[in-house]
């Protein structure tokens, strides 16, 4: 047999053109990787308006321009070589990093594998500066005539690295990728007018007003925007602020969930396990949530330095940031009454795409005309709805520190409330009434709900139909509907179809499902019994003997007492066999070995509330089983009791799986769907 004799190589330095290319490897990935670079970059040097525009999905030809501070010509050059920044000075500045960018490897990436030219100028200087650079290697550095600020023109990205071009998807899926990441960069700092543009059409156009609302009424248009919750909550570890959708807006994947860490768009998936288990209840299986989350930590309490596209962060307690993301959520939601008002009508109000093409950055007297009009679209979009009996005329002034008085055309005295949020120009949102725990604001709710004035509104970066159903579907259901003196005055209409219920009560009609009803009941019951140790059990014979793995071994060495709780009683039987003697008595007709084993499962690669996840599902599928069901006759007196001991449940609003209860349709719309009123 031959053997082959390997020669060895010698160590060489390798050239800097190839370095070059290496390290772009882990910076520049698509075309999106330049844009989100590029953004950044705009943003550090202060901009107040960024345009990108691509074509191709950004393979071909790609350009940012900013009005920001813009590049010296004498520090051009400089500009382009590895690890050259103006953010950084030592590793101690890593633990308080302000700014977006701080590597100084973006630029020299980009530019070792495309074509790249740059125009850019200070304001100290009477002349700006044209660069092209091309696979790294300079080819023009002169004096040219140019706005304040920098336009970054990127073309035939790889070409002169194939094997990386020919990775690259279709240029409709790049240029998907590219809208979705600049969208992202635009909900993250509201105070940038942003206008993102492909193929010589406008995808998206921020007004720049600071007000995160407008953002995401220009990017998902009006049905997200007018089913927003706002959430403001802090506790000793972080601060959480932004908006969360109500459950109509639900989505079959997780591209919604969109957090900011420090200004920072990031994805995480200890953030999104956070969000999705605090949305248990809510939502249906199978579905996620709509939420724009920031997040502020102090310094030292996050790594940005994980890798060089800056897109994934470090905690240094994980559970902690878990628990606090999943309290706030939480809670907010649970404080929230939240029965889908039914409407009758047909209209499909969208956004209106201006025909007129968007200005560039450095237009500033045609840039704010442009702002005004979309500003005038977004009002004219979420008009105020006018009800019968604000005959004084309820209106809302803007204090200077941002707060809201209300004044009427019988009341000349003002009473401060406070505004949802403000911005403080780094796209943060904070409540305006200082408090340790940041509680919601106190509104006036019976005067949101009849007339709210569009200036108040706007000023508190939300339009009036989010004040206006905000307040509607909160305190005044839960006075109403909920309370203990409103159910004596329901009045039980009957049952149709065999399923549902229909009450009447204060000019709404609620119609509520009877197997989804109980369901909740059911589940509630059998958690109060599990977190007060009130569960039973029953022993069973033979016993159940489980073979289980190294793995569940430990794990259920961790968790027996939980399982205790739960109503198992398990032992010991020689080796990896365990016995199971006893099972929870509330179980019904489930199947004890297969509950055990399963949730055993769930907890040996689970993180966080998997304890209670596990049991959530498993609980959730026994009430359903052992609810009442549909097409089913009740007797009136025993629908009566289940409805109120719904009533009576911290979120009578969802079933375990997260379908509705029940529903409500106005006498208002009802009358409207008549034509009695127009």
């Not at 705009?42 to 590049?71: H, M």
């Not at 990386?164 to 590219?178: A, C, D, H, V, W």
């Not at 007018?193 to 220009?218: H, W």
């Not at 399982?563 to 004890?592: C, H, K, W």
Request: proline share 5%; glycine share 6%.
């Amino acid at each position: 047999m031959n053997s082959i004799k390997s020669e060895r190589s010698p160590i060489l330095l390798l050239s800097p053109e190839t370095i070059d290319k290496i390290a772009a490897g882990e910076v520049v990935e698509r075309p999106a990787s330049v844009a989100k670079e590029l953004i950044e970059n705009a943003i550090d040097a202060g901009a107040k308006n960024i345009t990108v525009e691509w074509k191709d999905g950004g393979i071909s030809y790609l350009r940012v321009t900013d009005d920001g501070a813009g590049i010296p010509y004498d520090e051009l050059r400089a500009a382009f070589l590895r690890h050259s920044t103006s953010k950084l000075r030592s590793i101690k500045d890593l633990d308080s990093i302000a700014s977006l960018g701080f590597r100084g490897e973006a630029l020299s990436s980009i530019a070792a594998v495309s074509k790249t030219e740059v125009f850019t100028k200070t304001a100290d200087e009477v002349m700006g500066s044209h660069y092209v650079i091309e696979g790294s290697e300079e080819e023009i550095l002169e004096e040219t005539a140019a706005p304040q600020g920098t336009s970054i023109f990127v073309r035939q990205l790889f070409y002169n690295t194939p094997v990386r071009r020919k990775f690259l998807k279709s240029p409709m899926t790049e240029g998907n990728y590219l809208a979705e990441l600049c969208s992202r960069i635009a909900l993250s700092h509201p105070e940038i007018s942003f206008s993102l543009q492909a193929d010589g059409r406008e995808k998206l156009f921020t007004p720049g007003n600071g007000k995160l609302f407008d953002c995401i009424y220009r990017e998902d248009g009006r049905e997200v925007a007018s089913h927003l919750y706002d959430l403001s909550w802090s506790d000793e570890t972080l601060s959480v602020r932004g908006f969360l959708g109500q459950p109509e807006i639900r989505r079959s994947n997780r591209n919604r969930e969109i957090f900011f860490v420090n200004g920072r768009y990031i994805k995480s998936k200890i953030l999104s396990k956070a969000v999705e288990d605090a949305y248990q209840g809510f939502l249906m299986l199978h579905q996620y949530p709509y939420c724009v989350l920031f997040l502020t930590f102090p310094d030292g309490h996050v790594d940005v330095n994980v890798h060089p596209r800056k897109a994934e962060v470090r905690f240094t307690d994980e559970p902690a940031v878990y628990d606090s993301v999943y309290k706030a959520v939480r809670s907010r939601l649970s404080a929230a009454v939240d029965i889908p008002v039914t409407d009758l009508s047909t209209s499909d109000e969208k956004v209106v795409n201006r025909e007129e093409k968007a200005p560039e950055a450095f237009e500033k007297s045609r840039l704010s005309a442009y702002k005004e009009a979309v500003q005038e679209e977004i009002a004219a979009a979420l008009p105020v709805e006018k009800t019968p009996g604000n005959a004084s005329g309820t209106a809302f002034n803007v204090l200077q520190d941002g707060s809201i008085s209300r004044t009427s055309g019988e009341d000349s005295n003002t009473e401060d409330k406070t505004a949802f949020f403000s911005g403080d120009g780094n796209g943060q949102y904070l409540n305006n009434q200082a408090s340790e725990r940041a509680p919601k604001p106190e509104f006036d709710t019976a005067a949101f709900s009849h007339q709210t004035n569009r200036a108040a509104a706007e000023a508190a970066g939300i339009a009036p139909a989010v004040y206006m159903r905000t307040a509607d579907r909160e305190k005044p259901e839960q006075l109403s509907f909920l309370s203990e003196e409103a159910v004596k005055s329901h009045r039980i209409i009957g049952q149709i179809f065999d399923t549902y219920w229909i009450v009447e009560f204060n000019g709404k009609v609620y119609i509520i499902d009877q197997h989804a009803a109980h369901e909740k009941v059911m589940y509630e019951r059998f958690m109060k019994a599990y977190e007060k140790k009130e569960m039973t059990s029953q022993l069973i014979a033979p016993p159940i003997v489980v073979s289980l793995s190294p793995t569940e071994e430990e794990t259920f060495a961790c968790y027996h007492e939980a399982f205790e709780q739960l109503g198992y009683a398990v032992e010991n039987f020689g080796g990896s066999e365990y016995r199971i003697t006893a099972v929870p008595g509330n179980l019904y007709s489930l199947d004890p070995e297969q509950i055990f084993m399963e949730t055993l499962a769930d907890l040996s690669d689970g993180k966080g509330r998997a304890i209670n996840e596990s049991l959530y599902i498993r609980v959730a599928t026994m009430a359903c089983k052992a609810a009442v069901k549909g097409n089913t006759r009740l007797p009136e007196a025993e629908a009566k009791a289940l409805i109120e001991e719904l009533l009576t449940l911290d979120n009578p609003y969802h079933c375990p799986h997260g379908r509705p209860t029940m529903i409500s349709i106005s006498e208002t719309e009802l009358e409207k769907r008549f034509k009695r009123i127009v």
